[in-house]
Structures are given as C-alpha cells and as structure tokens.
C-alpha cells in the first residue's frame, strides 16, 4: 500500500471479501454512480428526458469495455469521480438551506477517496476553486456585500477541503507509524523528489524528447555523486537494458529511460542497490544523491537549468512544439471508432502468477473465456495404470487434467488379450479446458502412469477417432484416442457483435453530438440572457473537468509518455457526452423561448390592431 495511494487496495480488499468478481463490482459501481449523477442533473433542473439519455451516454460508453477489465486504479476514479460530479452539483441545489451542511461533506468524502486513488490532485483543487467562484458570485447576486458572499462561500467549501486534508493527514500518519515518514506513498518521500528534480536539474549535451534524464546525464551525475554512482552497475547493466526495451517498445527510442519509466526505474536501481532495508533508509540514500548533485550544479561543477514541474520535461524545446498535435490526439481518443484488441493473459504468464491474480480479484476464467472445450476419449498402459492425464502448455501450465477414470468397456473388449494385458475397465477421460486459442496451438497431452511413465504428446498430431499407440526408451507403453473435441458455441459472440457495433457507432454519435453542441454554443452567445447562473455553473463545470484533464494528459502525451491511454482519459470521457447533450439541451430551450416570446408579441399584436 506504500508505493501506490491506499484507496484502490481497500477496494481490492473489500470486493474479494465480496466474492463478487471485480469486474462486475466495478461495472455495479459505474451504474450506481451514473445513476446519482443523473439524479444530480435532475436536482439542477436538467429535464427527465436529457437525463435519461445522458444515462445511457455514460453506461454504453465503449472504453468501459475495455478499461474495466484491468486491475487498475483508474477503473475506479472514474465513477468515483462520477459521484463526485453529482455530489457537487447537490451542493450547489442545496447551497443556501438545511442541507447545506450534509451535502458538503458528501463532497468531501468523495473528494478525499479521488484524493488517493490518483496523484493529478491540481485538477480536484481547479474544481473546488470553481464551485468557490460561483457561490461568491451567487452570494453577490442576492445583493448581500461582496465580503459576507466571500465567507460564506468559504464555509461551503471549507467543509470538503477540512475532510480531504483530514484525511490526507490519516494516510500520512498511518504510513509514520508504520514506516516511519509521513507521506502518502513512497514516491512522494522528500528524498525521493529531491534526488528526481536533482537529476532534471542537470543539463544534458543533447535533449532527447520524452528522456529528461538521458544516458550522459547520468554519466554527469556519476562523476559528481558517489551515492548515486552507486547505481551505475544496475542502470547501466541488464536492469538498464530492460528498462531501455520497454522505452524503445512504446516510444520508439533505441538505448534509453523515458519518462515514465525512469520514474520507476529509480527507485528500483536503489532497492537492488540495498537502499531499501526500510523507508527511511531509502529516503536517507536518495537525500544523500540530492545534496551531492546540487551542491555540484550549485558550484557550477555542471551546467543546470530551471525545473517547475517534475512531471515536465524542464527543456521546453523538446515538448512545446508538440503540444497541439497532442491535444489533437487527446481529442481523437474522446471520439474514436476504434475498437482495440480483446485483452488476453499473456501466453508465457506463469500458472502461479495468474492463479495469485484470479483469487485477489476474484476472476472466473468461465466468465472471461467462454464455455470449456471439452476433450472426450480413453487412454490405458500396457501392463500399468494411468494415473492421470493433463493438457499442458508447452510452458508447462496446465490447462486442464483429470485422474478420474469413466467405464469404458467397449476399449476393454476391444484391447483385451496378451498383447496389452489386462486393460483396466475405467479408462475413458474427459477432460474441461479453459484456454486461450494459443495456448491451444501449442498445447500438448501428458500421460502419467503408476510406474513413473511420463508421455507427452502434441495435441495438434492428435486426430479425433484415431486410436494412436507410443512407446517410451524403457519400453513403458500406451494406447489413447480423442473420440470427440467439443467446442461449444460461445454466447459471447452476440456480445462481441454488439460490443463492436457501440465501438463503431458511438463516436460518430458524438461527432454529431459536437457539430449540434457547437450551435448550441452560438445561440447561448447570441442570447446571453436566456441562461441562468445555475445552468451556466453545470456548462463550467462539466466543461472545465474535460478541458483540464485533456489538458493536463496532453502535456504529459506532449513531454513524457503517451497520455492518450483511456486509463487516464476515461473520467472525462464519460461524461463528454453529457456535457454535448446539455449544451443542446439549452439550445432547445432558447429556441422554444424565442420562437414563444414571437409568437406572443404577434398575438398581442394582433389583439391590439382588433382592440
């Protein structure tokens, strides 16, 4: 729980008491908190029927297919961050009576939980100052002195930051108690950042984008740390190699640590360096790495440069030039038509490890695979008993196996004689396998026999209703058949198809939904007056949480990492839509108000020219 922030561990731990499989925990999670939501915009004034269908905007949303089925502390932020939305816009409906009080601390609970589930806290802080912008403003308007709308605007959002600082000071002191620094995870140990901006702080010969730290800058810190030289062995050894693979995989760059990486990277070149008896210890090392390499920058040993954020790449030049091609590619993502590949386990994943990730997060391979093949058929030794038959990876996974036996006398009638001794009645098998096709591909069929026989046989030589016989060096033998390989038809098709149609359909249904927001953006220009502070504070406030999350991802997408992961985007994503829909909600209404407000003034006209 120290390296990541608690929230999602606690979820984790709360859903496998549950026994409810993850997945479907989450996916309950979303539709209660798109539900809330809803509820929410109907408290505000939204109508039934654009709530409705902002609904199912959020359910049907196509990257929930495929970000709910990793393990992953975005899957839950986004409908935390749901409810966090509702939350807020309760407490706006509720700003000025009785529930005043509760409603601000809901936001508070909500806040704090997003608070440790993700680091990008700016954005949580930017919304609170906009909910504090438009109580003051509200406040004004009912001509109370701009000072008493000031505090008592404060005491609305006082509450949730009081709860989220409460609650930040909980983690921090549990993490005190039990490793003995008083932070939230370990990254953000005061050592730690220290020895990361220290490192940024060097000036490289060459800037290489996405690399703040690259290969001669760490050279450069060698020569001037002898804490962080400790390291060299690692960084520039196997370690190094792979972390430099996973760079070149994803960002294209031959021989170094990217960004993303190299913030891991760190802190594990230290823990083979046993830096990490304990917290402390570590945090003590990466203190002692900072001071070396600042006083050396300081002195003027090296040449420096200006850091303000840690999560940017301090040369400007590498990233800025980038940054509209990266807001366009972050824009893509929220209308994109392309379904990505099915998620797979990764074939060479070892048994023990997926077994581990199936008990935590409670996964039925059933459910996640389809129905079971089913293999149907009999094997029996000459002059030996089968004890058990498997069907094996050619990694050695097992992917079914069975030691129970089914009566096959028409095998025995049919082998009987002393060519194969005494051939055991119960020697029919069927065995249940839930596989990837390739595993199957590779997959092979294992005899084991009381005598220490072991036989194994590539299932792909095996044809269906061929009795085969195999022979091994100590002349150990054995004689089996598949009579039947069973492949079910698999539900999971229709879903697939539906799957792949909202995949197709839901993006350009919100190409639509621009072009018709857009208008809706010119009439609200055109008749200013036709909007209410209520209704503007829901456009600020579902268009702000987009446009500061595109934005910030578009910054790391630009200097970093690719930032156009749905992981990171999804919270935002799932409420786009909305945001479209509302816009065109308010159109509606001016539209139908003009054309009411003519078709009076002509009545009345009329009335007038009778009179």
Not at 84 to 112: E, H, M, P, T, Y
Not at 306 to 329: G, H, Q, R
Not at 478 to 502: L, M, R, T
Not at 526 to 553: A, D, E, H, M
Request: net charge positive; glycine share 6%.
């Amino acid at each position: 729980m120290y390296v990541h922030l608690p929230v999602y561990s606690f979820w984790l731990g709360i859903v496998h008491i549950t026994g409810l499989p993850l997945r479907i925990a989450t996916e309950l999670i979303y539709l209660i908190s798109g539900f809330f939501f809803v509820i929410s915009l109907r408290k505000v004034g939204i109508s039934a029927v654009a709530a409705f269908f902002s609904y199912v905007l959020i359910v049907f949303h196509p990257a929930s297919f495929e970000s709910f089925n990793y393990v992953l502390p975005g899957t839950l932020y986004a409908p935390i961050f749901l409810l966090a939305l509702a939350s807020v816009l309760l407490l706006w409906a509720n700003r000025d009576n009785a529930k005043q009080i509760r409603c601000s601390i809901i936001v508070g609970v909500s806040f704090a939980l997003l608070w440790h589930i993700r680091k990008e806290n700016i954005l949580l802080v930017a919304i609170l100052v906009i909910v504090f912008f438009f109580l003051c403003v509200d406040f004004w308007r009912e001509k109370r002195p701009a000072r008493q709308a000031i505090y008592k605007a404060s005491l609305v959002v006082l509450i949730p930051v009081l709860i989220i600082l409460s609650s930040s000071i909980l983690v921090k002191t549990a993490n005190l108690a039990k490793f003995g620094l008083f932070v939230a995870t370990e990254m953000d140990s005061p050592g730690y950042k220290a020895a990361y901006k220290a490192l940024l702080r060097i000036k490289p010969d060459k800037p290489i984008r996405f690399v703040p730290v690259p290969k001669d800058v760490r050279f450069k810190a060698y020569s001037v740390s002898p804490a962080f030289k400790e390291l060299e062995p690692f960084f520039e050894g196997d370690f190094g190699v792979a972390a430099a693979s996973e760079t070149r995989k994803w960002m294209g760059i031959e021989n170094e640590i990217a960004a993303g990486w190299f913030y891991w990277a760190l802190k594990n070149a230290a823990v083979l360096a046993d830096h990490h008896d304990s917290a402390v210890a570590a945090d003590d090392y990466f203190q002692q790495i900072a001071v070396e390499i600042n006083r050396a920058l300081d002195n003027k040993e090296l040449e420096s440069r200006f850091v303000l954020f840690s999560f940017l790449d301090p040369e400007t030049s590498n990233w800025l030039p980038y940054l509209p091609a990266s807001i366009k590619k972050i824009r893509a993502r929220f209308i994109s038509t392309n379904e990505p590949p099915a998620e797979r386990d990764s074939p060479g994943l070892h048994d023990s490890v997926r077994r581990a990730f199936d008990i935590a997060a409670n996964r039925r391979i059933a459910l996640l695979q389809g129905p079971p093949v089913i293999i149907n058929g009999w094997v029996f030794a000459k002059n030996d008993d089968v004890t058990m038959v498997e069907i094996q990876t050619d990694t050695g996974i097992v992917l079914g196996s069975t030691y129970k036996f089914i009566s096959r006398p028409d095998v025995a009638s049919s082998y009987s004689g002393p060519a194969y001794g005494n051939v055991a009645e119960r020697s029919g098998i069927k065995i249940l396998l839930n596989a990837l096709p390739e595993q199957l591909s590779n997959a092979h069929f294992v005899v084991h026999t009381g005598h220490g026989g072991l036989f194994d046989i590539p299932l792909v030589s095996i044809d269906k209703g061929r009795p085969y016989d195999i022979e091994d060096a100590t002349a150990r033998k054995i004689i089996y058949a598949f009579d039947e390989i069973s492949i079910p038809d698999n539900p999971g098709n229709v879903q697939k198809a539906v799957k792949s149609f909202i995949w197709g359909s839901y993006g350009k249904l919100l190409v639509l939904l621009e072009w018709a927001g857009l208008l809706g953006i010119i009439l609200l220009a055109v008749y200013p007056k036709r909007i209410n502070l209520t209704t503007l504070f829901l456009y600020v406030l579902l268009g702000s949480s987009i446009v500061l999350r595109g934005g910030l991802f578009s910054l790391i997408d630009a200097s970093s990492w690719p930032g156009d992961q749905p992981r990171y985007l999804f919270p935002a994503m799932q409420i786009y839509g909305v945001f479209l829909l509302m816009l065109i909600a308010g159109k509606a209404n001016i539209v139908l108000d003009v054309k009411l407000l003519k078709y009076l003034k002509r009545n009345i006209s009329s009335f007038r020219d009778v009179q």
